[in-house]
């Protein structure tokens, strides 16, 4: 049975343990989480690219507003929709490309589904935002944008806004066409991520406790046997002694005694006596100290 000082030795070293344990694990499950969060990012801009660098075979965004496209059921709208617009110099949608039929619609857009206003707010959001996600009609989305003329041979866009051919030719901005996609599902799986990244760490933390709990007791166990060991032979070897001692002090009150007068014996005795008393005195402590280390019921 383990002592009280022996049990909390073994719990401050399981406590230290699993601390430096779950510190380690929570920084694995950061690093894994940031990389499969940025992943699933790349994965959105991809797709975004991929879709913006197609050709582009809009629709009058009058069809649009009249809902006369093929587009999925308005009002719902999934993860990885993707949009296509052509705006002109003004700020007004031209044409639009809508997601294509079949897509798993999950995201609902306020109103009755996208119209041309819609479309020209994701634009101007877009211009406001930068290549940064923004959020519109309950939606979180990721946009870019490239003059409508094109160029065989690459886009450059100067920090004053004059866009150019990638051979040095000028280009016209005042048409532009916008790809957004629907990034919502981004958010809740970056949630995800880190709601299982911290359920694992408590998860593997507490059963690296519980682990080296045992594994503390094992080898604590050699140590704990020791003691109850010496224990056990204190406690004996103090039981043993008290005889003596008794019969030694009851020696020592019969020559007193029967030395009576005789002053010669009486210096004797009473160093017996005090030796006699100091061995009791000593016996008396080890007993004391090996009753406070005995572990108590229940322990």
Known sequence: MESAELKRFRLRIVCIACAALAVCVAACMAALGYVAIEFDMDGYRTRLESASNAPFEGVSVDALDAGETDGPAYATYPSQTVWRVSVDAAGRALEAVPPQVGDQSTWTLDGDGFTSEDLEALAAQRDERGEAPFEYGGCTWLGMWQPADGSSGGVVVSADGTVRDAGGGALSDAERVYTFIDMS?????????????VAATV????????????????????????????????????????????????????????????????????????????MASKVAGLLGAVREGAPRDGE
């Open 203 to 278: 998860l593997l933390s507490a059963l690296a406790a519980a682990v080296l709990w045992v594994a503390a007791g094992r080898l604590l166990r050699p140590v704990s046997e020791a003691a109850e060991r010496e224990r056990a032979f204190v406690l004996a070897a103090s039981h043993e002694l008290k005889t003596p001692l008794m019969a030694l002090m009851a020696n020592c009150d019969v020559l007193d005694a029967e030395a009576g007068a005789d002053g010669r014996l009486a210096p004797w005795i009473a160093n017996i006596r005090a030796a006699a008393d100091e």
């Open 185 to 197: 599902y981004h958010a809740d799986y970056a949630r995800r991520i880190a709601t299982r990244g």
